[in-house]
Structure formats: structure tokens, C-alpha cells
């Protein structure tokens, strides 16, 4: 590729890029869009699973499942859309068996000045616990909010395919995920208070 493309490719938009891998296939177009947020996918995977060479190898398997989530998905806002993909994709790597025998020590108690969301008062116990903790709360939302959380965190839909996939106005979307995300917190919260 000639220095004037690649400067090209990197003076567009997020949408235009994700147009053209879209459209092309074109995997450096999909590098040059990775590249803008490389620094967050990899600070996301250091925040959850502490190792630098075990972040390096999600960043790169995040990018993997990039390239063919991106030709499935409608999305709205590429930087967040990722960092919830490169969070689903920590959890789920935490929650693995292989990586709980390699890793059986993970502390997830150090503070690193990253987003921890409802994990942000973890205080000792089990991961595995604190996720089926979760999942117990996720089932006791109300039907319009869990079914959007499910959506939204789990299966990673934008707001517009969460809209399709539901009948919901793009308001009661957004309501639902923030009102499901306090309930959660409020939840989560709560069941480690009984737990102490």
C-alpha cells in the first residue's frame, strides 16, 4: 500500500472505514480502523485479565472476531460497540475452564484506573461467583429491561438493531439499558452484602 492511501484510509471516518470493509473485504481497511482503538481493546483486556501477554492475545482474537462480526452488525458507534465486544469477549475467557487452570490466581482487587462498572467494590471472593451473582440478577429485571441488557451487553446489538429485533422505540431502548444497568449494580450490590 502507497503512504498516500494509507494517510488517506486514516483521515476517514468511522463509518466510511467500516463502509469499505464492508463493501471491499479489504482486512488493512479493518487494521486501520482497529489501529484508532488498539490502546482501549488492549487497556479493556489488561483491566479484566492482568497479564500484558494474555491481553496481547485477546486484542489480537478481539480483532479475529472483528472481522466477521463487523459484516453482520449495523454499527452506530464503532468505539463503543468494541470496548463492549473486547469486554464480553474478557468475561467469557475468564469464565473458561483452560483459563481458570492457567490463571487460578487472577487479582481482580488492584486497582488499575480502569472502568470497572459494577465490579468497581469487588472485595475478595470468586469471579465465577460474582458472574452467576449477575446472571441471578439479570433474571430477576423486568421482562422490557432484561430482554435490552441481553441484547445490548451480551449479544452485543446496537440501540437500531435492538429496535428491530424488539418493536421498542429507540427511547425505551436507551431507558431500558441505563434503568436495567442501575437495577444490576443495585443487585450486585446487594447480594454481596449478604454474602459478607
Known amino acids: 500500500m502507497r503512504i498516500t492511501e494509507s494517510h488517506q484510509k486514516s483521515q476517514l471516518k468511522d463509518e466510511e472505514l467500516i463502509l469499505n470493509y464492508k463493501a471491499t473485504g ?7 480502523l482497529y489501529d484508532r482503538y488498539i490502546h482501549l481493546v488492549f487497556g479493556v483486556c489488561l483491566n ?8 496481547q492475545d485477546a486484542a489480537m482474537s ?5 472481522a466477521e462480526d463487523l459484516k453482520r452488525h449495523e454499527v452506530v458507534n464503532f468505539k463503543s460497540w468494541l470496548h463492549v ?3 464480553n469477549h474478557c468475561l467469557m475467557k475468564l469464565r473458561s475452564a483452560s483459563f481458570k487452570t492457567d490463571r487460578s490466581t487472577i487479582d481482580i482487587n488492584s486497582e488499575s484506573g480502569m472502568e470497572y462498572g459494577i465490579w468497581a467494590h469487588h ?4 469471579l465465577e461467583d460474582d458472574l452467576i451473582i449477575l446472571e441471578n440478577c439479570i433474571d ?7 430482554r435490552s441488557v441481553r441484547l445490548f ?6 440501540y437500531q438493531e435492538i429496535c428491530e429485533l424488539t418493536g421498542y422505540e429507540m427511547k425505551k431502548v436507551k431507558s431500558y439499558i ?15 452484602e449478604r454474602q459478607n
Open 26 to 32: 479489504d482486512v488493512a481497511v479493518l487494521g486501520s
Open 48 to 55: 479484566y485479565l492482568r497479564h500484558s501477554e494474555d491481553s
Open 62 to 66: 478481539i480483532f479475529e472476531k472483528l
Open 85 to 87: 465486544m473486547a469486554r
Open 123 to 126: 472485595v475478595d471472593g470468586d
Open 140 to 146: 430477576k429485571l423486568e421482562n422490557d429491561q432484561q
Open 153 to 158: 451487553f451480551l449479544e452485543q446489538k446496537c
Open 178 to 192: 441505563q434503568n436495567g444497568k442501575r437495577n444490576l449494580k443495585i443487585c450486585v450490590e446487594n447480594n454481596r
